[in-house]
Every structure is written in C-alpha cells, then in structure tokens.
C-alpha cells in the first residue's frame, strides 16, 4: 500500500460514516418538532420540522393573538440548520402549545430563539417567560441578535405537556422552533452523589434540568445530526484555561461500546473517541488540566464527566487513573481499567452533583493521582446541567429576591418620577431663559464625520468615540502605524483631530481575549487615575469594534528596552526609576480604594514607558477586584501569562494582592538580567529566569545573571538590596511575600544606596553604543509570555515543571 496514513484516514472515516448511519436508529416515543411560524413543513436530514401555522391532532396551539414573522434576512447559525430560524411566532399575549403525552418519564425539550425585525417587532426586545409543568424554565432567553438554543431536561409524570408563553404587560413572546421528546430512561440517574455538602446523595427523579454546558474535548466539534439525541457538544478549547499543559488526541476507532453499560445515547462515538490529554512529562508537576464555565451562584448543578481510554495500545499498560476536582473539591480518583473491566476503548461516565456557592465559576480539573503516577491522564467529554431551584426555576437567588421587591419599586419610582419630570421641565425652562449666546461653538471640540454629521467629544476625557473618527486618526488602521501586537490584537499609532497622539488597540475576532477583558479594562480604566497607570481616552464598540483609546506612550514598553530590539540600553539608575514607577501603580491599584484592584497580568510587556521614560503600567483586561475585608482571596480561573503566574495562584486557584508581588518579582529579574522569561535556545539550566537566578544566587554567583551591559556600573550595595526585595517577592508562599508598598519603599532605598556614590556625569544617561539585542543571538529567538508554539522543541510541560518545582513543593 503506497500511503498506509490514508488508508487509516479513510477507515476512521467510514467507521464514524456507520456510526452515524447507526445512530439514526434511535426512535423516541414521543416527537414534536415545530417549525414555528412557517407555512410549510421542513425536513432537515432524517427529521421533519412541522408548520404551526395550524392545529394538528399531534399537538395544540391555543393562543389569542399570534402572528407569523418572516425574516427578510439569511440568519447565521454556527451548528444548527439556519432555515430553522427564517420564521417565527408572535405571542402577543399568553400562549400554550399542548402536547399529548405517550410515554411518561424524561422528555428534552429545546426552545429555538433567533431575535429579528418584523415590522414594529424588534425580538431582540421581547421581555417573556417560558413555562412548563410547574417550572419556570427561562426568562427574555435571547441575547442580542445571535441564535439562542435553550435545553431542558423535564420528568414528565401526566398524559399531556403543556408549553406556556408568558409575555411582560407592554412586551410580547416570540419562538422560531421547538423539539419535544422523550429519552431513554438511563441517560438522566435516579441520583448522583454529591461534593462539597453533607448529604451523600441528591435524588433527580423529580428535578428540572437545564444544559448549561455540553463539551468534546480533544478540540473538536460534534454537530446535532452525528448524535442519537440531537445534541451540540462544542470544542472544549474555549474552555480550556492553560493550554499548555494539555494535547489534543483522537482515535475514534478505538471506541469499544460492545458488552458495555454505556451506549451511544450517554454520548456518541465521535465524543468518546476524541480527548484533551495531560502532558504528564515531569511526574512532580504540580498542577492540573482546568476547564472553567460561567455559572449562577446559589444553585446546584449535575456535572457528569465522560472517559475511554483510546490512548493505550493493550490491556497490560497502566490505562488511565484521574484524580478529579469540581471548584476546589474533591471528586475522588478514578481507575478507569478497574470500571471497564479492563477493556481498551470502552466508555464510561460519572455524575457528580455540587453546588456553586459564591463564585459565578463552575472549575472542572483533572489531575495526575497522588497514589499512583500513571502516564495518561485525560477527559473525552464533560456535561454540565442546572438543577432548579426550589421555586421551581432556574434564576440564581439574588435574581429571584430582586423580582419579589421590583414591584413596590416600580410603584416608589413611577411617583418619584413624575415629581422628578415636573421639576427638571420647570428647571429646563428656566435654564433657557437665562443662558446667553455664546459666540460659535461655546468651547466644544466639533468634528464632522464623513456623513456630514456633526459629533461632539473632547479626547482628554474618556469617552465613546464614533468608528470613523478612529479610522480618520489611524489612516484606515494603516499596518505603517502598528506600534504593538497581542493576544487583544493590533495597537495602532494615531492622531486625532486635534493633534492628540493615541494609541489605539483595536481588538480582533479571533482574539484570545474578549468582551468581557474589553468592558472590564474600560471600567478599570474609568474608575482610577494616577501619574503610573496608563490614561483611558475613549472607546468605541460600533459594528461590533472592541477598540480602546490610550494615551499615547512615546518610549513603548519595557519589555522592549531590556532585550529583543534596537533600542539603546537603559542605565541601572533609569531601570530603578521605572521599577519604582511601576511599583508605585500597582501599589495605588492594591490600596486605592476600598477593595484592591489585583492586576493580574503584571509583565515588562506591559509596562509603557512615556518621552521622558516615566513607567505607567498597562492593559488591565484581566483585572480583578481583590477579596472583601473579611476575606484572604479571591478564588478565580486562572489567568495570566506563561512565565509570570504565582505558582500558588496557579495550584490553588486563590487569587491575592502577592500573586502581583510575585509576577512582579519575575519583572525585576527581567530588569537585572536583561533577558526573558523563557529562553529556550540557551542551556537547558537556563531556560527558566526564575529557576536560572535563584540557583546562580544559592551557589553564591549573582554577578551571572547579572546584565552583561551593566556589569561595572551597579553598586554592590545597590544589587545586594535589589535581590533582597526579589528574592522576597518570588517567594513560595504568597504570605511570606512583601506588599507592594515595602517592594516600593526597597526600591527606593536600592535607588538611594545607588545614588550616594554614583558619578553625577552619569546620571540620566543611556549607555552609549550597545542595543538592547546584542546580547541575544537573534531577536527572533525569544518567546513572548504567554505564546509558546515557537519553543523549539523545548517541552513547555517541563519548562514549567522545572519553574513550580521549587515553588509548589
């Protein structure tokens, strides 16, 4: 055979061609599929969506005012078939659909929502509530102008399912397409045990679940019509918070469902037959594979978890043994041989119920066992379920007190209100009759767009700038006037209409960052100034932009100065003066106001540096606020860049000022030692900064790690006290760290001892001829924190193996 890789290509494929085939097997008792608002029925690979536009015997409509709505534009829908969402039904008032029930027991219900305009109906505004038998199942489900999918899992106990739409007083209710039907009895336990909680087990029989999560690892996808029961499993990378110590596997011939407990409608083959596996290379590694969802706080939640082993080439290997955390609980351990009777490739799965008590964050970790070091550890797939809550829905409690006080609210403010609109007319008027003319435009800064249009702001102050002056400014975002790339996307340089120098970060699709590191760096930014953080200008989210307007830093970072670019080399006294800048930001972020502000993201990338070389830290799209008084942490996923994470941040996920302190410390080695976190063409013992100074220092070497461009030009006693301070800030325990205000005061007192014998010629100057590249072999060959798919052919499991090792033992 000329290609035997082919050949195994081709048999996978027809492998899960039969599975699929396989799988259309499946025959629910009960199956309503509606295809709401259409006038023709619609088939969609082997199911048919019925036309509502009619009562059938199958089902009833009962409803006083409805009307079908039409989309006069094509919907985009990722994973399901976007025809499903070219129709929908108008409720104008409240609304049953009624459906004879055969076979009681479990039944899945899914609610379609695609919001459109429809003549005077805008569905992205619709204000409803969907119930049924008893539970309130969701609430205004759309969210924004994108396909909303909502699922549900209903015990059904009586001869009839009675769907009903609930519009708001001055709102109505819409729905594109609904599935009702039943599923097997084993694909929901009668109970599940429970983490985190003193009852042992917690009965499902007569709950209401919601999906809230459904994910295949081993980044991939499995579209609705590849499963027995119709569902979506989305890729897990999304999910995936370092993915630096996972890899991807697939091997869905490997799946084994002969002689097991597990058929495919737990899960499809294509689900079992891929994973997410843990580059356990350094059997010490401290740490764990995390996935991290949003989740309501207050409510329970069934989390099941699935496994096969398709990574063992025979029975005699070790196989798979896991240690599973949900948040920071234990799940306990499972041997995955042990429950499979040993046979390679066969499912299993697992549920768990817990409970999400003041976190908005659900965690699910998987882990190397402390009892036993096996070589694989991995997850195939992961569900996670809302449990209702004892009012019969799903909000969280906080949501649910709120409604029961909006109501004298609304009463206290419609009064208020009408005092307040009398007064604010009389006031108004007022105000008219005594403002005079003011000559041409009274002070205010006026730039006409393109369109004529005459837009009002001022670019000292924060605030919402319109597209096409940022496009105006930045030369149609011109790659002439790139000034910084990262994981956000491009900054631009620009100019403004009154010749004020920005910069603009303008954020991309496929940004590893998102909305929510975009609201969170305006809000920071809005709330806190201060001469060393960097000033927040404006903003603009239009045709769906994530841009964020900075003030314009001259000097780029410092990551910049120290090594991998031209730039002339900083002098020891002007590192001092930015280190001591930075401190002094983040030491107004930790103290500045009531709650302290942890940054999260500390590193030399960004740090800014102005004309006059002033330090002012940057991008806060990661930032936290810090725990409450009564409060040590914050638990949170873990977040940050590769190289400057707090190893104890990392294992424990409890978030504190000191995991500052600590990327700090990793930022002051940086300034010392001129070069980068992770370098991975020089020695394996110098690889790691951190690993590579603290050992120098123990052997009693410190003048080797110190900047070759410097040597000569520190004061001993300057350098001893500026690792003192490093030393304390890296250290294994956040409690033993210093806070950022004795960093600062060391600092300068480092900056002092300098200053006492230095020669005055040389004060301010930069050291003459020397680039901050030289003393790398290539600019190219340094790696950026946080991106490691140019390591050359370093392990990065064991790069970071060697940097926790001390730090976490």
Known sequence: MENPGNFRLIVEALFIFCLVNLSLGFNPVDEFLLDCGSSRNRSLGDRQFVADNS???????????????????????????????????????????????????????????????????????????????????????????????????????????????????????????????????????EEAKTIGRKDDKRSLRDVALETVARVDMGNSTVLPQNDTLWRLWVSDDEYLIDKNLGSFVSNVSAVNFTGGLVTEDIAPASVYGTATRFNLDDPNLNANLTWSFDVDPGLDYLVRLHFCDIVSNSSTQQGVFVEIFINTHSAGHLDLGSQTSHVLGAPYFMDVCTRAHDSRKLNVSVGSSNIINFPSVILNGLEIMKINNAAGGFDAPEVVSSRTSKIALIVGLTVGLFVFVVLAAVLILFCQRRRKPDPGNGGRNVHVAGNGTAIFFSSKIGYRFPFMALVEATDNFSENLVIGVGGFGKVYKG?????????????????SQGLTEFRTEIEMLSQFRHRHLVSLIGYCDEHNEMIIIYEYMENGTLKNHLYGSSHPCLSWRQRLEICIGSAKGLHYLHTGSTNSIIHRDVKSANILLDKNFMAKVADFGLSKTGPDIDRTHVSTAVKGSFGYLDPEYLTTQQLTEKSDVYSFGVVLLEVLCGRPVIYPSLPREKVNLVDWALKSRSNGRLEDIVDPRLVGEIKPESLNKFWEITEKCLGKHG????????????????????????????????????????????????????????????????????????QTR
């Open 55 to 189: 009562n059938t015997s199958s089902y009833n409509l009962s409803t006083p005012q409805h009307i079908f709505a039409n989309s006069s534009s094509n919907p985009i829908s990722l994973y399901y078939d976007s025809s499903l969402y070219r129709t929908a039904r108008i409720f104008n008032g409240p609304s049953d659909y009624s459906f004879p029930i055969k076979e009681q027991g479990r039944h899945l219900i899914r609610l379609h929502f695609f919001p459109f305009v429809y003549g005077k109906y805008n569905m992205s505004n619709a204000k409803f509530s969907v119930s049924a038998q008893n539970f309130s199942l969701t609430r205004e489900p759309q969210s924004g102008n994108v396909s909303v999918v909502k699922e549900y899992s209903l015990n059904i106990t009586s001869n009839r399912l009675v769907l009903s739409f609930i519009p708001d007083s001055v709102s109505f209710a819409f729905i594109n397409a609904l599935e009702v039907f039943s599923i097997p009895e084993n694909i929901v336990p």
């Open 735 to 806: 409690i033993y760290r210093p806070s950022m205000g004795d960093v600062l005061w060391n600092l300068e007192s480092t900056l002092q001892l300098q200053r006492n014998e230095q020669k005055t010629a040389h004060d301010g100057e930069l050291s003459s001829g020397i680039s901050c590249g030289e003393h790398l072999e290539t600019s190219s060959e340094f790696i950026l924190a946080g991106s490691v798919s140019e390591l050359a052919g370093v392990s990065m499991t064991t790069v970071f193996a060697q940097m926790l090792s001390e």
């Open 495 to 511: 100019v403004l209409w009154d010749e004020t120098e920005v910069a603009v970060k303008r954020g991309t699709p496929q940004s």
